[in-house]
């Protein structure tokens, strides 16, 4: 399954312009033991103490927010593969119809294969849409909103001490 998890990765890396973006770009991780990885902006709140009341709350969210995604990782191979492509192919044929100067292989699409792309592609934003809602919810009701946990992983990026004592949090 992590081959599948990596290409999907790759899938959302490439995108679908046509997909809403997550409103932060979270992105999974393959070790719970690490302190997410990824880049925000920072700005003069994130300057803001973290608690450790709050960083409990982060750990717990960081974790439901794990398993959300992994979760809709494993629905997005699903739906296409259940509309009968590879996520290889489906990632080729996205390529190919974000960039005109793709290699033929990708741009030679039947009509079938295009239709199996469409479905697959309309499931995939579905599936993304609530994601993003689940995520919200999770991270809600451990008591944060997204601006503060974001602040929080920003925290977390900046500051090793913190994410030690997250790290921590996240093995016991």
């Known amino acids: ?5 990596l290409t999907l990765s790759t899938l959302l890396a490439v995108g679908l312009s046509c997909a809403t973006a997550f409103f932060f770009n979270f992105q999974p991780s393959y070790s719970q033991n690490t302190a997410p990885q990824t880049p925000i902006d920072s700005g003069s709140e994130t300057e803001k103490e973290v608690s450790q009341q709050e960083l409990q709350k982060f750990a717990q969210a960081y974790q439901e927010v794990q398993a959300i995604q992994k979760s809709s990782e494993t629905k997005m191979v699903q739906a296409v593969e259940g509309e009968g492509l590879s996520p290889e192919r489906f990632i080729e044929i996205s390529k190919s119809q974000q960039n005109a100067e793709s290699d033929s292989k990708a741009t030679d699409v039947s009509t079938e294969e295009q239709a199996s792309f469409e479905n697959a592609k309309a499931k995939i934003i579905e599936i993304r849409q609530t994601t993003e809602s689940d995520m919200t919810q999770a991270i809600n009701k451990q008591g944060l909103e997204i601006p503060r946990f ?14 030690e004592q997250f790290q921590q949090m996240m093995v016991n």
């Open 1 to 5: 399954m992590k081959h599948n998890r």
């Open 150 to 163: 974001n602040e929080i992983l920003t925290a977390l990026q900046q500051d090793s001490q913190l994410r």
